[in-house]
């Protein structure tokens, strides 16, 4: 197994500082014994949401159940799965569906975390022979009681005689969707621990129901992730401890002004770790004018800035790898790099970056695990829905095959984009908002369009997909020091689909793209309310490509 490789460069000093305070504080004993004083003075948010420390090992003992649950799934004739969830319901089954073999007699998954019609019916091929995870901790998500919805009366549509047996949920005990579960006879409900967060719940039935219907061994999941949570036991020495070596880096570079970490993945089949990371990071730090802002690359790439550090995934210590270290240090950019030769070393590592991002957020002075800023764009979309506006503001302005939104009074899109471009900071950063399907070809031209970007502004890109990001990299945007400028790109699909106001009744008034609409739209008020720099741009779905290179040739044009 290869081993960990950490440079610090100018930061070292700080480093040193904050893992003294660390010690003297006595963090690491503070933190098993659940003292939320680590964090504020207010209990509320803290003392319910700890339990992960001991998931691991309390989850074992679950183990049975859900293999049961997979086999008896299996037997009744089912053939894929489709999650409908958001963020911490959905980030870590997508990791998992994507990092791990497919093993015989397993299910397939489809993650549906959007309100993208285009997506949505890619995930209803089936129907028949489809089992549906309703996954959320407070049973009230919006994408997820709509998507319920939508499922439910297709199911009702093509004659299934009692749709609710297609159905799971997994939530809190308590929470709305319990009613929901027992008014349209689901097939199963798994009451989860209360006690966690959503963005720290992969090691509860939020992540580990849908691994174990893709057939990931449980135990070998757990017993990494185990790994992880006895190197963090207060009685391991401080200096051999992953977790508290990697929350003091984060902290203390962020309090030092290097507050972005690039996290590169070199092995495609790991990236949707770097996502589920992404939410457990820049959710968890990114409030109180303060934040890390995490950003996933899949190739190795180096900027040439002060204030951005890097964490490296590794599989084998190759010469690409060791040369682009060697560029690290030689020009100062601090670094840790992690070994992961297997699947299931993801569990070890999902733990330490859960600790460590709460030892981190203690150094920054933040409370790691609430989200106050997400609320924001949840009440700008109430209002716009309540107040019916499904429609463009008056004030986008046409320009050929797409349309923009911009806070003066601009003649062109050239006009627009070079206004919103000079107002990026030499400190900050630049987001792109896709409200679009997540189809590789489009994928592949936001990523062109985000490199080009970051060569011609010399700035860090990062890509997040609507509505998936409100859930995620969201708060950090709202809720950061404001460095941060906002490219929204939404497509507006040629055949939209309907939401049925009830479960099993074909009568609608919403549909999914309208409701994508509002949602990044509610975003811009919620981004504009804060005062970020905010350009918004609406293409036709299926001229989404040809727009985008028109807009990455207006960028990027010398």
């Not at 028949?128 to 901790?137: A, D, E, H």
């Not at 893709?214 to 070998?220: I, K, S």
């Not at 030092?256 to 939410?279: N, R």
């Not at 924001?376 to 095959?401: C, D, H, M, Y």
Request: glycine share 8%; with cysteine; proline share 5%.
């Amino acid at each position: 197994m290869g081993k960990w490789r950490i440079f610090l460069g100018d930061y070292e000093e700080a480093f040193r500082e904050s893992l003294k305070l660390v010690r003297h504080q006595r963090v690491i004993l503070r933190i098993w014994n659940k003292d939320y004083t680590l964090w504020s003075e207010d209990p509320k948010e803290i003392t319910d949401r700890l339990d992960w420390l001991e998931a691991p090992c309390r989850m074992q003992g679950m183990i049975g159940i859900l293999n049961q649950l997979a086999d008896d799934v299996r037997k009744t004739g089912f053939t894929r799965t489709v999650l409908l969830g958001m963020g911490g319901s959905s980030l870590a089954p997508l990791m998992f569906s994507e990092a791990f073999p497919k093993e015989k007699d397993s299910l397939p998954l489809c993650v549906l975390d959007t309100t993208d019609p285009e997506e949505i019916r890619a995930c209803t091929d089936d129907p028949r022979t489809t089992l549906y995870i309703v996954s959320t901790k407070s049973g009230t998500t919006l994408e997820t009681a709509v998507l319920f919805r939508y499922f439910y009366t297709l199911l009702k549509e093509i004659g299934v005689e009692n749709p609710g047996t297609h159905f799971i949920a997994i939530t809190d005990p308590g929470s709305p969707l319990v009613r929901e579960v027992q008014r349209y006879h689901f097939r199963n409900i798994f009451g989860n621990n209360p006690n966690l967060g959503g963005r720290y719940s992969i090691f509860s039935f939020f992540g580990l129901l849908p691994a174990s219907l893709l057939g990931v061994d449980l135990l070998a999941l757990l017993k990494e992730a185990q790994k992880g949570m006895e190197m963090c036991f207060p009685d391991h020495p401080l200096e051999d401890n992953e977790g508290a070596i990697l929350g003091t880096f984060l902290g203390s570079l962020a309090l030092s002004g290097c507050d972005k970490a690039i996290l590169l993945f070199p092995s495609a089949q790991f990236a949707t770790f770097g996502m589920w990371l992404e939410q457990l990071i820049a959710e968890s730090t990114g409030k109180n004018g303060k934040g890390i802002l995490p950003v996933v690359k899949k190739h190795l790439v180096h900027f040439a800035r002060k204030d951005v550090a890097y964490i490296v995934f590794f599989e084998s210590e190759n010469d690409n790898l060791l040369s682009f270290l060697e560029t690290l240090e030689s020009n100062g950019s601090p670094y840790i790099a992690i070994p992961i030769e297997t699947p299931y070393a993801l569990g070890k590592q999902a733990y330490l970056f859960a600790f460590a991002v709460a030892l981190a957020g203690y150094l920054i002075g933040i409370n790691p695990f609430d989200q106050p800023d997400v609320e924001l764009t949840k009440r700008f979309t109430r209002e716009i829905l309540r107040a019916g506006k499904e429609k463009l503001p008056e004030s986008v302005q046409s320009n050929e095959a797409l349309a923009f939104l911009w806070e003066e009074d601009v003649s062109s899109l050239r006009e627009a984009l070079e206004s919103f471009t000079s107002r990026l900071k030499p400190d900050g950063y630049l987001a792109i908002q896709a409200f679009t399907p997540y189809n590789a070809a489009l994928s592949r031209v936001l990523e062109i369009l985000a490199t080009r970007l970051e060569e011609k502004y010399k700035t860090v890109v990062s890509l997040g997909y609507g509505p998936r990001y409100l859930h995620s990299t969201g708060q950090l945007h709202k809720g950061d020091g404001g460095k941060g400028s906002f490219l929204q790109i939404i497509t507006v699909s040629d055949e939209d689909l309907p939401i049925p106001d009830e479960a099993g009744k074909p009568k609608s008034s919403l549909s999914f793209g309208t409701l994508k609409m509002i949602q990044a739209l509610a975003d811009r008020e919620a981004l504009r309310e804060r005062g970020r720099n905010t350009l918004t741009l609406v293409v036709s779905n299926t001229k989404a490509a040809e727009a985008l290179e028109q807009i990455a040739t207006l960028l990027t044009k010398k």
